[in-house]
């Protein structure tokens, strides 16, 4: 959490860190350790064991003071306008961060973060190396990373809200399918077949009212293509009757936290061996919840949902080390889970070849899966806070039957 960040720097002997971008969305590094939303960015300066400074242009100072940093300056108080008028963009940035470094007191090694374009970056960290400055790379996990993988009781709340927004819109979602009906092999609402595009407005409008955005879409995948993990649903798709639907959602705030879930329906009774398979699924998930506690490690979570699998026949991951090809198409064919916070995927990852461990405060996925060309694909999928006791953020019963 971001309260660890010094001792990141002090276990890594890192003396300051430059935290930059030209906006906080899209930029999860910089949105955290300033807290707030900056739509034209900022450069955010840690120097270990002392406070940060957070540098903005003078028309966003407004916006940084709602965020967690206190010392807030903009561009003008170190001069930039001087420099710009001087030098040709580029050596004026790197004069503006020499200047910056020296004034803020910054001391070597310095690491930079932040999502920036490549090519700036390495114009920027190669220029400042040539006017002495030690600018180093990490290796993952990073400072940040690090910090970011446990969260807060502020984070917690935020992500326990916009957790419960999620579950409102599955459950409205539900309500509106529950009123389709079975119409010999097709699904009619209003006397129309029930189509992909059609649940896909319903659930946009629900996002809508809830200040949600899904800057990714939705997967409400109906019968045999939910085989395919991340298959969307094309709008034309139609729904029919005991086949399976992966419906998962994975909405944020708007340049905010992130909820991901998933439950798998079906109109009427599904067929045998897709209830074969959601049994198996279900077993996995709640085996794999009740394994969640500190300091569990990740890959044993993993490789117990691969022996509940394995031995109920189905292919794993496992068997991709092997070099097996049906493993890419059918069975358990990804990881068991992933942090989720600023982004819809980050540290810890539940996977084979996951070294962390759970950490209190970390939230993480736990979405086992199965899948079969020939019969479609079951996914079920909560979010869980570590901790005394676990907190499951995603309220939302597991039956599969609309």
């Not at 395919?228 to 936290?257: K, L, Q, T, W």
Request: hydrophobic share 35%; glycine share 10%.
């Amino acid at each position: 959490m971001i309260s660890g960040i010094d001792s990141e720097m002090e276990k890594r002997s890192m003396g300051s860190l430059i935290v930059f971008g030209d906006s906080t969305i899209g930029n999860p590094d910089l949105g955290y350790v300033v807290g707030t939303s900056l739509p034209r960015g900022g450069i955010y300066l840690k120097r270990g064991n002392h406070q940060p400074t957070l540098i903005v242009s003078n028309i966003d100072v407004g916006s940084a003071k709602r965020g967690r940093v206190r010392n807030i300056r903009t561009y003008s108080d170190y001069g930039f306008e001087k420099l710009s008028s001087r030098y040709d963009r580029n050596e004026a940035r790197v004069r503006f961060y020499q200047k910056i470094i020296r004034e803020e007191g910054l001391q070597g090694p310095v690491a930079i973060a932040g999502r920036n374009d490549s090519s700036y970056t390495l114009e920027l960290i190669d220029s400042l190396r040539k006017k002495g400055i030690k600018i180093v790379g990490e290796k993952t996990p990073t400072i940040l990373e690090s910090a970011r993988e446990t969260k807060d009781r502020h984070e917690i709340t935020r992500l326990r809200e916009v957790g419960r927004k999620t579950c409102w819109v599955v459950e409205n979602t539900v309500r509106f399918l529950e009123r389709a009906r079975v119409r010999g092999a097709k699904i009619a609402y209003r006397s129309k077949p029930l189509r992909v595009g059609d649940v896909k407005k319903v659930i946009g409008r629900f996002l809508v009212e809830k200040n949600l955005v899904a800057i990714e879409d939705t997967i409400f995948a109906p019968g045999k293509r939910s085989s395919d993990p991340h298959y969307m649903g094309e709008d034309n798709d139609p729904v029919r009757p005991g086949e399976p639907i992966v419906f998962d959602i994975f909405p944020s705030e708007p340049d905010g936290y992130w909820h991901d879930c998933t439950r798998t329906y079906s109109f009427g009774p599904p067929s045998g061996k897709v209830k074969e398979m959601y049994d198996a699924v279900l077993e996995a998930q709640t085996v794999a919840l009740d394994m969640v506690k500190e300091q569990a490690p990740c890959r044993e979570l993993m490789m117990e949902v691969c022996g509940i699998f394995e031995k109920r026949g189905w292919p794993t991951a496992r068997q991709l080390l092997r070099g097996s090809k049906e493993a890419r198409v059918r069975g358990f064919t990804h990881g068991l889970g992933h942090g989720v916070g600023l982004t819809i995927g980050e540290r810890p990852y539940l996977s084979l070849f996951g070294k962390d461990v759970l950490r209190k405060g970390a939230v993480v996925t736990i979405e086992p899966g199965l899948y079969d060309p020939k019969f479609g694909g079951v996914r079920i999928e909560d979010i869980v806070v570590v901790g005394s006791p676990n907190e499951n953020l995603t309220s939302l019963p597991k039956d599969m039957e609309l």
